[in-house]
């Protein structure tokens, strides 16, 4: 039988719009108490109210506004989190952005931001997360990466090079914490249905991932047996347009 969810504690960085807000919707319908960090306020705000109708009962749902290029930002996300739910059992590393330009042209700020957003965020998270983790006896570290990783295309060499990376740190923390009972999920992602890429409701693209997809592979590997991990996920769209 796969583990009740009930009771957990999750952080959803990036939770407040697109993969991140349909993973907290996934986990709260579980009855993981979900705290979930954005940079918007009015987007936390819009998040709050819709993933205050989708949790199962008992589950509780926190917004906390944090950059996770901010290292101090996010150790007091993850305290706060810690405060209100008793612990942290579940992080799920999805903030991330996209500045899309060719190595020539693209700003060192640009730059900067892809990186330490999809790339030292995440180690930010982890470096905070891990003795909350550690203190119940294991848990689960999920990092959103991006079929990018493998696939690099033009004009994204900040981007496809802050995946990769992100693949090699979720590898090499995934064998530093397994005897801990902390397990590392790394699930690459083809093109999915967000603002990410674009309006997400635009015409044709109904072959594209729903962030209900990506969000179903979270809970799938957080109830997974013990015995077994599954380190690596590519998702893909089932029929891409040709």
């Not at 959803?12 to 579980?30: D, F, H, P, Q």
């Not at 996010?74 to 739910?85: G, P, T, Y």
């Amino acid at each position: 039988m796969a583990p009740s969810l009930q009771g957990k504690v999750a952080i959803v960085t990036g939770g407040s719009r697109g993969i991140g807000l349909a993973i907290a919707s996934a986990l709260l319908a579980e009855g993981v108490h979900v705290t979930i960090s954005g940079l918007n306020p009015k987007h936390l705000q819009a998040a709050r109210a819709e993933l205050g109708r989708a949790g199962a009962a008992g589950a509780e749902l926190h917004a906390v506004e944090a950059d996770v290029r901010d290292h101090l930002a996010v150790e007091s996300l993850v305290e706060a989190a810690v405060h209100r739910s008793g612990g942290l059992d579940i992080l799920v590393n999805n903030a991330g952005v996209g500045r899309f330009a060719d190595v020539a042209s693209q700003s060192p700020e640009d730059w900067r931001r892809v990186i330490d957003t999809n790339l030292t965020g995440v180690f930010y998270c982890c470096r905070a997360a891990i003795p909350y983790l550690r203190r119940r006896g294991g848990g689960w570290i999920i990092n959103i990466s991006s079929l990018a990783a493998k696939n690099a295309f033009t004009g994204a060499a900040a981007y496809c090079a802050s995946k990769a990376g992100l693949n090699a740190f979720s590898e090499a923390l995934m064998q530093e914490v397994r005897y801990d009972d902390i397990r590392v999920s790394c699930i690459m992602p083809g093109f999915v249905n967000t603002e990410f890429a674009g309006p997400s409701d635009e015409s044709g693209a109904d072959w594209k991932l729903q962030p209900e997809d990506v969000a179903r592979v979270v809970v799938d590997l957080i109830s997974h047996d013990r015995r077994s991990l599954p380190s690596c996920i590519e998702l893909r769209p089932s029929k891409p347009r040709k």
